[in-house]
């Protein structure tokens, strides 16, 4: 179900931009109880990515009330909340009058065993290097063929997500996550001033992180180093946290401070319902 | 007016990963009289940008059967093709039936005046730089957020063009052409290894070159070599070749080379008509 600029449609002007050239941004959300969790985080990130775009952003207000409305009575679901460039002609010029589109879809919650978030998943590192960009770095924009192409590389459904290098064989982020390492006692995550999504459950894990006096640093690693990582972890905004069981079969173990964040998390999202 | 799949419409699937992902390639091309010039050229690119992106290739036949269908009777225009994923879910994950969408569009071609052609354009670097991408590199994909930022570096009509760096500062492409070099009689245009866009125009030139016995070399130049240049040129399917007439106000004269060059893609045009 899709409110398009604030109307129910199933399809798109072909004119629009996000459409023609990927000239937009988006932000996934869980729903819970027709709450979308970490909204004005969530509305403040789209609202920044729109500034980097040169997009003027929608009111968030109008934003959340239509997300508001658009998730009533859904019990467990996925929003995702686009703005693009709106229709524009040919060329990459910007239209004189930009008339951003707006479009809020709501998606079934995915079936996740619970193992996942209790024991742990299985990852893989994947070929694909992603490019240095520092002016799409850290945004969710709508240019997604780099995630695309690394989730291609697998189809074993026993791997659950696969951790992308950058240029200079740094580990940046899982083509749909972001990854933390722990080395004693230390909570390390990619820095993404060059590349990859600062994503959302990122930002409260680190604050949680700071909260709870766990030192923490910005440190992109290379292969060996995470392989001698002591606990790995995913987030995103969906999954929440998910301990590494296996990297390219290394078996990890999720120790107290994986648990302990990760039930930080769930903490906060508790509040948010 | 827009063929997708074979039919007339104005809109697109929200779910089409065209609109989700820019998950999608896509050729522009010159129509002259209801003939697309150099349509198999054309096709070819696209699928191998398909090939590239794991996007089962439409049937060019089809393609070109479509393509004269919707250009028939138009004196002058642009087309432009899109193949993307189709519809899927959200994920990055491609479907497990891949139906890919093909759509057709026609343009009016665009005003220019005659002048551009004849005395050459005005051109100007971009500060944005463009990011190495092996993978992506050399086909027509649709995440252009990076040519879309660059073109919105200037809004001053007097400048038709702006060339972008890589990473390493070395001169690659226009935000929408190739360019050439020339100095001491012999042809220059970037390799395109790692970014950006292979051109048809450029692919043509090249082997004018070759045939016309013009020493021709793949290398990127850095800004100061460009403004040492003999003469510049630029190329794509909508301008055809371009003299520059000035780069950052340097004064540069379009003699015989570019001249040659450029007659030499009339001609193999007329031929096309």
């Not at 970490?38 to 929608?58: E, K, V, W, Y």
């Not at 229709?87 to 010029?93: A, E, I, K, L, S």
């Not at 065993?113 to 770095?137: E, H, I, W």
């Amino acid at each position: 179900m899709y409110l398009l600029n604030g109307c129910r449609k199933d399809s798109v002007d072909i004119t629009d931009r996000g459409f023609q050239y990927g000239d937009g941004v988006f932000e996934s959300l869980e729903i819970v109880n027709g709450q979308p969790l970490f909204l004005s985080r969530h509305l403040r990130r789209l609202a920044l990515g729109c500034d980097r775009l040169l997009i003027p952003a929608p009111d968030p207000a109008l934003l959340a009330d239509e997300a508001t409305t658009l998730c009533s009575g859904k019990t467990h679901a996925v929003l995702k909340i686009m703005v693009t460039r709106g229709p524009g002609g040919r060329g990459y010029g910007q239209p004189t009058h930009i008339k951003p589109t707006r479009l809020l879809g709501l998606y079934p919650f995915p079936d996740f065993p619970t193992c996942y978030q209790d024991s742990g998943v299985a990852v893989r590192f994947c070929n694909y290097r992603l490019s240095a960009n520092p002016m799409l770095a850290g945004i969710k924009h709508m240019n997604r063929l780099e995630q695309i192409l690394a989730r291609a590389e697998w189809q074993d459904d026993s791997v659950q997500e696969g951790l992308l290098f950058d240029q200079n064989d740094r580990i940046i982020e899982g083509t749909m996550s972001n990854v933390f390492f722990l080395k004693d006692d230390v909570l390390y995550t990619p820095d993404l001033e060059q590349c990859g999504v600062a994503g959302i459950v990122r930002e409260i894990i680190m604050e949680s992180a700071i909260r709870l006096a766990i030192p923490l640093r910005l440190e992109a690693w290379e292969k060996l180093k995470a392989l001698q990582a002591d606990e790995i972890f995913l987030t995103n905004s969906v999954i929440g946290v998910w301990p590494v069981k296996t990297l390219e079969g290394r078996v990890f173990e999720t120790r107290g401070l994986t648990k302990k964040l990760q039930a930080e998390y769930v903490r906060l999202r508790y509040e948010e319902v």
